[in-house]
């Protein structure tokens, strides 16, 4: 008769540990793997869509801007999703909606002259390579550049919306974006553009919000209008024009400024400016005010430079000239009441 052996409770405990020492080493490899394919769908994606908004640029060249990508009506990979609203032309961009991040967030935007700049940033060192096959990431110079200046448009932009919602009326204290963020940098990027708000809505001069304002107000508050600015007016809108049902609003030597804020920055510009034509000679600043008030500057006989360094070589900081003690008569020591022996340096 054959004698049945089983195995023992210990040989089994050691196989089930082996098998899950070996699936513990395996399986997070193999998700790695499987993200960079994801990684690796989303790039594919958005690559298509690139071929896809540069053809409708070529094609349409007055709304290709808002043209969604045919590429991008079907189910992104893994846990990527659109950030926000940007899955147009002008703008596409994906990000790793899980926590904490892993995937990298991948964009594009195209410029008005059809050019593409790509990005990728990056949250895990394990797929740096799988970025850097699409763009620049944000590990690198040209990246930093981008996302530098895609963060001060987003300031510029932010503070600029706060304004328009505050319905204050006039030249908007602060500007409006110019530019493209890209690489090499596009040197007219910066928060520049003067803007007009009238009834929350921005106007790009002082000439389309004039027509918004005559059109809103009819031609009683333009004539009142035109005298105020004829007549150099500075200060608040005068209440028997504000009776009328005009807006009120600061002015400044004629010009509607809109705000408070921004006429006693453009008073303070005219002091500082009223100080250097008459001379004024030593450090200028900081007055209290909005903006530019708190600025130092230095000033020196009709000229103004922005540091103590710079003024101190001017003939105003330099100071007088060494004193040179003068040279004595021999007889000095015997006569020291004559005028010409009690000379000395002060």
């Not at 709304?63 to 045919?70: L, R, S």
């Not at 600025?295 to 001017?314: F, H, I, P, Q, S």
Request: aromatic share 8%; charged share 25%; with cysteine.
């Amino acid at each position: 008769m054959v004698e049945r052996r089983a195995f023992t409770i210990l040989e089994l405990t050691v196989v089930v540990a082996l098998l899950s020492l070996l699936t513990s080493l395996a399986i997070p490899p193999i998700l790695k793997w499987v993200k960079r394919g994801q990684v690796d769908e989303a790039k594919a994606m958005l690559n298509s869509a690139i071929t896809d908004c540069l053809q409708e640029y070529r094609i349409n060249p007055t709304a290709w801007q808002n043209k969604e990508p045919d590429s991008l009506n079907r189910q992104l990979p893994g846990s990527y999703q659109f950030s926000g609203e940007k899955k147009t032309c002008k703008e596409v961009a994906i990000e790793d909606k899980s926590s904490p991040k892993s995937l990298p967030d991948l964009s594009f935007n195209i410029n008005t002259e059809g050019k593409v700049s790509k990005i990728a940033r990056v949250y895990d060192p394990d797929y740096e390579n799988a970025a850097k096959t699409f763009g620049p990431t944000s590990l690198s110079p040209s990246a930093i550049a981008i996302n530098a200046c895609l963060e001060q448009r987003s300031t510029c932009l932010q503070n600029l919306n706060a304004h328009i919602a505050s319905g204050v009326d006039g030249l908007a204290p602060v500007r409006d974006w110019a530019g493209e963020c890209r690489f090499p940098a596009d040197p007219n990027a910066s928060c520049s553009i003067p803007t007009w708000t009238y009834r929350k809505v921005k106007y790009p001069s002082q000439a389309t919000y004039d027509k918004a304002v005559n059109d809103a107000l009819g031609e009683t508050c333009r004539q009142e209008r035109q005298k105020l600015i004829t007549a150099a007016h500075t200060g608040e809108t005068p209440a028997n024009v504000v009776a009328l049902g005009c807006p009120i609003s600061w002015w400044y030597q004629g010009a509607d400024l809109g705000s408070k804020a921004a006429y006693d920055e453009a008073k303070c510009l005219a002091d500082r400016e009223a100080a250097r034509t008459n001379n004024y000679r030593g450090k200028y600043g900081p007055i209290i005010g909005p903006g530019r008030c708190g600025e130092v500057r230095w000033m020196c006989n009709g000229a103004m430079v922005d540091t103590e360094l710079e003024y101190k070589n001017t003939s105003c900081g330099a100071g007088p000239p060494p004193c040179v003690e003068p040279q004595k008569e021999w007889y000095c020591p015997y006569r020291p009441e004559k005028p010409e022996c009690s000379k000395v340096c002060p």
